[in-house]
């Protein structure tokens, strides 16, 4: 059973007695400064140079510095750029100003996990990982809620690293909802899988299949994208509510009995053997290399497949769709769409 982990169970005050530099501020950075900072934390944002994220968080009337110059003030970096800049910018930006016996922490395990990062060993190394998009991480604050953190330590130089990283779960908010204890090892490899397997790459991929049968059948698109896309949703909300059990407990006996009889017909026992192809390219590190080096070449990979996304039929009818649905409103987040950016 996984240790659970609760506002009482941390002590804000040592978070509150740091400086902190936030670097990024993005999806989960302008969360956790805006929620530091909120929590009574002494926050400094650290930006590149002309960056586009300095106006918002200036607005929000946090002090924004150059990465080197928060790295300097700070007792503690916490490194929110995305994954693929993180070791350049820890090895030109971070490591050489980096105070001795500053903490690190992260909000995903990748690059200390397939040793992108290597910090030295006075370092303290942490993790504090929302398990949901940054702009719900601040919302729930906002609402006095929080969203679940998972918490690690890799890297105890402190004899406090534990201390800190719940302290500063509790900053964020995190232990209002609650906080699981893991390893670096366990949170990389089982995010990476997570997104891959089921919830973007297998999700998706169901989805543009179901689309793409039932329109090369003759349906018509609209009627496709209610049934394969728009409902899955209500389908979700009830598994997040009460289970697999209260989904097939909510829908139609019809409904559950294919479920049951044509799942499996779909998503057949070759499926599983593929997803543990995919685990294992996770474990020996051969899906970090490939991102990471097409990331190095200017991602033209990544930016093929971007816009191959964005091309597929369903976009288009989605689109077209959704201008007609007033009860969906576009959440929170600087996403356009029909940009493929
Ligand atoms: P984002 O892509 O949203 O981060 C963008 C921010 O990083 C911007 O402020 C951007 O500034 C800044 N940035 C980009 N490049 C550089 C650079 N070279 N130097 C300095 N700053 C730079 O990242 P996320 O919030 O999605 O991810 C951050 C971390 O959190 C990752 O480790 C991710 O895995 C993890 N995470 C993300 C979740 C999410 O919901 N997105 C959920 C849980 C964990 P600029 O304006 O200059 O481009
Ligand atoms: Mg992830
Ligand atoms: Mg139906």
């Known amino acids: 059973m996984a240790e659970l982990f609760y506002d009482d169970d941390a002590d804000l005050s040592i978070i509150a007695s740091k400086k902190v530099a936030v670097i990024g501020y993005g999806s989960q950075g302008h969360a956790h400064a805006l929620n530091l900072r909120d929590s009574g934390v002494d926050v400094r944002v650290g930006l590149r140079e002309g960056s586009a994220s300095r106006a918002k968080a200036e607005n929000e009337g946090l002090r924004v510095l150059s990465v080197v110059d928060a790295v300097k003030e700070a007792d503690v970096v916490v490194i929110l750029a995305p994954d693929q800049v993180q070791r350049h910018l820890y090895r030109d930006e971070i490591a050489p100003h980096l105070n001795e016996g500053a903490a690190l922490v992260f909000g995903h395990g990748f690059n200390i996990r397939f040793g992108y990062i290597t910090p030295e060993a006075d370092h303290d190394v942490v993790?504090?990982?929302?398990?949901?998009?940054?702009?719900?991480?601040?919302?729930?604050?906002?609402?006095?809620?929080?969203?679940?953190?998972?918490?690690?330590?890799?890297?105890?130089?402190?004899?406090?690293?534990?201390?800190?990283?719940?302290?500063?779960?509790?900053?964020?908010?995190?232990?209002?909802?609650?906080?699981?204890?893991?390893?670096?090892?366990?949170?990389?490899?089982?995010?990476?899988?997570?997104?891959?397997?089921?919830?973007?790459?297998?999700?998706?991929?169901?989805?543009?299949?179901?689309?793409?049968?039932?329109?090369?059948?003759?349906?018509?698109?609209?009627?496709?994208?209610?049934?394969?896309?728009?409902?899955?949703?209500?389908?979700?909300?009830?598994?997040?509510?009460?289970?697999?059990?209260?989904?097939?407990?909510s829908v139609s006996d019809t409904a559950e009995y294919g479920d049951y009889v044509s799942g499996p017909r779909v998503i057949d026992p070759s499926v599983k053997e593929n997803m543990k192809a995919v685990l294992a390219d996770i474990q020996n590190g051969a899906f970090a290399k490939r991102f990471i080096d097409d990331q190095d070449a200017g991602a033209p990979e990544f930016t093929e497949l971007r816009a191959k996304g964005e091309a597929h039929p369903i976009e288009a009818t989605g689109r077209d769709l959704r201008k007609m649905f007033a009860w969906v409103k576009p959440s929170e987040s600087d996403y356009v769409e029909g940009s493929a950016a």
């Open 127 to 249: 993790m504090v990982a929302p398990k949901g998009p940054g702009h719900l991480v601040r919302r729930e604050y906002v609402d006095g809620r929080g969203v679940p953190v998972i918490v690690a330590v890799e890297q105890d130089a402190s004899g406090q690293a534990w201390e800190l990283a719940l302290s500063y779960a509790k900053a964020i908010g995190g232990l209002r909802a609650a906080g699981i204890k893991t390893t670096f090892t366990e949170e990389t490899e089982t995010d990476l899988f997570g997104e891959q397997a089921v919830l973007c790459g297998g999700a998706s991929q169901l989805v543009q299949y179901g689309f793409e049968t039932l329109t090369e059948a003759g349906y018509q698109p609209e009627v496709a994208y209610f049934e394969v896309l728009h409902e899955l949703k209500l389908i979700v909300d009830l598994m997040v509510e009460g289970g697999i059990a209260k989904q097939r407990w």
